[in-house]
């Protein structure tokens, strides 16, 4: 495993991630706005449940981002190896790494956003489970891709 390679695929991965956190938090912003700050009559009154789902959405939605990162910085990486297993090892651990460096920093962002109308959306705590998988799902694609891309190199 290259040490180097795997670092700098977890810090391309933190950069991203503060980037589609600043993204995801503006856009729950927009919804908590739209849903329950400014609402009136029946809305105002199912407003934090429809915030609390909004804030939800646009977590999920950004962690599906990190395979897809993953696989990108694989193939990238592993082009670039002799080896199949190394290349795999390196984009595998960096993914991983990466995809939890990721997930923590849009959590962190989204829930450091959550307006007075989202007191029923979730937290760092709630998402531990989700983005565990994502890491471990991230790790899987960032280690099949880096193999792929080897063959290339």
Do not use: C, N
């Not at 009559?41 to 990190?66: C, D, H, K, N």
């Amino acid at each position: 495993m290259d040490a180097k390679g795997a670092g700098l695929t977890a810090a391309v991965f933190a950069v991203v991630g503060v980037g589609v956190g600043l993204v995801a938090a503006v856009g729950a912003g927009w919804a908590e706005t739209a849903l329950a700050t400014a609402a009136t009559g029946e809305t105002a009154r199912f407003g934090p449940v429809f915030v609390a789902q909004s804030y939800l959405a646009v977590t999920a939605t950004a962690l599906i981002g990190a395979p897809l990162v993953a696989g990108v910085l694989g193939v990238l990486f592993g082009s670039r190896a002799y080896d199949a297993r190394e290349a795999a090892a390196t984009s595998g651990v960096g993914g991983g790494v990466g995809a939890l460096i990721y997930g923590f920093v849009v959590v962190a962002l989204v829930v450091v956003s959550q307006g007075e109308a989202a007191t029923q959306a979730h937290g760092v705590g709630d998402a531990l489970g989700p983005l565990l998988t994502t890491a471990v799902v991230a790790a899987v694609v960032g280690a099949a891709t880096g193999a792929l891309g080897s063959v290339t190199g």
